[in-house]
């Protein structure tokens, strides 16, 4: 089989999952990755990805319209893929165009899609959906990556074909065996600094615990004014960092805490899973769908309770413990690397339908 993974949106967790994915498929299947470099994109992409899979570095930004349509079709019918997998929005609206006409299998992972953004207006919203049903133009199948997202794309795109495919990790530098510390000290977050992770809100958080002895840390970089905000609050922000340090990191925190507003399906709470932390997440699409409140993590819905829950953990080790105990013992199978490639092969050949 040859598969042809478009990737526009090359950095953090979609270069994650679909790196993951390509890399698994060329032990068997032809894969051809085309992708465009952001400012977040890893300088040394091609590392991450395994010698077997062909990159090709592309212009497939949304100013790049619609000769980066154009440009993919070239790729394809050089390439003449049996599926064409797209990731994140824009990928998936050029790519099912530049699909038109070929007898490929076109699935699409948004991994979170737009309609899942709490910072845009009505209208932005509308011209969203209306972007989707262009690209649906080309029969295709949305492959989302949590519940909240299949609901989502379900309620907005009525008629459209969705199947769910929760993300997965590599979870192998992770230990199996969760090791809390016997006091909460250092509170971490990963990602990157935007009005999606809810830094504002971090930085309150923060505030209320000065002249404690909880230091708070951001492993990520973005926006210069949200990053001031959390420096301000006196959050150590250590820019984004290589994952071998970013799990170095988790090990060496206490508790994790999401303030993100909306995801998709968070990879960075998988990892704080896996590596024996207890979780206190805002209560939104994608966190809920990882985290079973008073569970396997805290779930809040306002600043104030957040600061009790973290508190909580504070005062009740035990909790605490109990809390990442649980979570700790789920992700490895339920996020497994081999669960997610069964799942995506099982996806790409049972799907019948004529595109």
Request: aromatic content about 10%; some cysteine; glycine content about 6%.
């Amino acid at each position: 089989m040859r598969i042809l993974h478009v990737i526009e949106s090359s950095a953090t967790g979609t270069l994650s999952i679909a790196s993951m994915a390509a890399n698994q498929q060329a032990i068997h299947e032809d894969v051809t990755v085309i992708f465009s470099r952001r400012p977040d994109t890893p300088e040394n992409i091609d590392k991450i990805f395994v010698e077997d899979v062909k990159l090709i570095e592309d212009k497939l930004q949304a100013k790049h319209f619609p000769l980066s349509v154009f440009s993919l079709r070239k790729h394809i019918k050089n390439f003449s893929p049996d599926v064409i997998h797209c990731h994140s929005s824009f990928a998936g609206f050029a790519g099912r165009l530049a699909a038109i006409g070929f007898k490929s299998k076109v699935f699409y992972s948004p991994h979170c899609i737009s309609f899942m953004r709490k910072d845009i207006s009505s209208f932005k919203r509308y011209l969203f959906k209306l972007f989707e049903k262009i690209g649906g133009i080309k029969n295709s199948t949305y492959i989302a990556c949590s519940q909240s997202e299949l609901d989502v794309i379900k309620a907005e795109l009525p008629g459209a074909r969705v199947v769910l495919l929760e993300n997965a990790v590599d979870l192998s530098d992770f230990s199996k065996e969760s090791s809390p510390s016997s006091k909460v000290q250092r509170v971490i977050t990963v990602g990157g600094v935007r009005p999606q992770k809810g830094p504002d809100e971090f930085a309150k958080i923060a505030q209320r615990f000065e002249g404690t002895n909880i230091e708070f840390v951001w492993i990520g970089d973005g926006d210069l004014e949200h990053k001031q905000v959390l420096l301000d609050a006196g959050v150590l922000v250590k820019g984004w960092l290589p994952r071998q340090q970013v799990i170095e990191e988790l090990y060496q925190s206490d508790l994790y805490l999401s303030t993100a507003r909306w995801e998709g399906m968070p990879v960075s709470i998988i990892e704080a899973c896996a590596a024996g932390l207890p979780v206190v997440a805002r209560n939104c699409d994608g966190n809920k769908d990882i985290i079973t409140a008073q569970n396997n993590g805290l779930l809040f819905d306002t600043t104030e309770c957040a600061i009790k829950y973290i508190s909580d953990c504070i005062n009740d080790v035990d909790f605490a413990n109990q809390l990442a105990n649980a979570a700790n013992s789920q992700v490895f199978e339920r996020f497994s690397i081999d669960r997610f490639y069964k799942q995506l092969s099982e996806i790409y050949t049972s799907n019948n339908r004529d595109n």
